[in-house]
């Protein structure tokens, strides 16, 4: 068990629908992450906040949308879903803002998004 | 960009075989090189890094050695057993400037599968 928690594991939903993902980082992490796994583009990095603030974007599409709140919790939100967003999203936590020397990403069991 | 690219899979060995999985990187700088470990149905696991040029990581009989002359991190195990069958992932720490950041940069992910 890594210490992430993400919820749902599943989901499955129709497309132009709206979805939120939701993240619990490793008691005392800053950092959360989001990946998107999917089988023609690999896993590739979504967005990163470190305690509250957005710090680094990847690829991540405009009806994509994520924040990190307070207790440092994050949610990714997904809308006008398309049938090719369907993937595996995972999300990661690291104590600071880099994942160098003593520093590791831990990551969560991922939620399974099916669009249909 | 920084890039990421591994031998692509699946890998099939019998148990007890010497395992090898070929990662090359293209980077500017000197970023941190990991394998990741995603066994069927979790997230993804760290399994070894290295922070620095003809640095060695070394986990569970697991090894790979930052070669910065050949920019690569192949990944070694002398035996491997049926419980290895799983994806392993290079990936290394992208920069700003000649800082590491938090996020990864993946490859594709090569499937191994061991059989009895």
């Known amino acids: 068990d890594s210490g992430v928690t993400q919820t749902p594991k599943h989901l499955i939903t129709a497309t132009g629908q709206r979805v939120t993902l939701r993240c619990s980082p490793r008691?005392?992490?800053?950092?959360v992450y989001w990946y998107q796994q999917s089988l023609d583009q690999g896993l590739q990095f979504l967005i990163q906040?470190?305690?509250?603030?957005?710090?680094a974007k990847g690829n991540i599409l405009e009806r994509f949308s994520a924040q990190q709140f307070p207790d440092l919790h994050s949610e990714l939100n997904l809308s006008s879903l398309e049938l090719g967003d369907s993937a595996l999203y995972f999300c990661?936590?690291?104590?600071?803002?880099?994942?160098?020397?003593?520093?590791?990403?831990?990551f969560g069991q991922g939620t399974r998004l099916t669009v249909v | 960009g920084n890039s990421v690219t591994q031998m692509e899979g699946p890998v099939t060995l019998s148990e007890e075989a010497f395992l090898t999985i070929n990662c090359t990187y293209t980077a500017t700088g000197y970023p941190s090189l990991f394998w990741y470990v995603q066994y069927p149905g979790e997230g993804l696991q760290l399994l070894l890094k290295a922070t620095k040029a003809d640095d060695k990581g070394s986990n569970k009989g697991f090894e790979a050695t930052y070669r910065k002359e050949t920019t690569s991190f192949h990944l070694e195990k002398g035996s491997v057993q049926v419980s290895d069958s799983a994806v392993y992932f290079c990936?290394?720490?992208?920069?700003?400037?000649?800082?590491?950041?938090?996020?990864?940069?993946f490859g594709q992910g090569t499937t191994l599968q061991v059989k009895p």
């Open positions: 990936a290394l720490s992208d920069q700003f400037g000649s800082s590491n950041t938090g996020k990864l940069i």
């Open positions: 990661a936590s690291s104590a600071t803002d880099s994942v160098a020397l003593n520093t590791e990403a831990f």
């Open positions: 906040y470190y305690n509250g603030e957005e710090r």
């Open positions: 008691s005392g992490d800053l950092s």
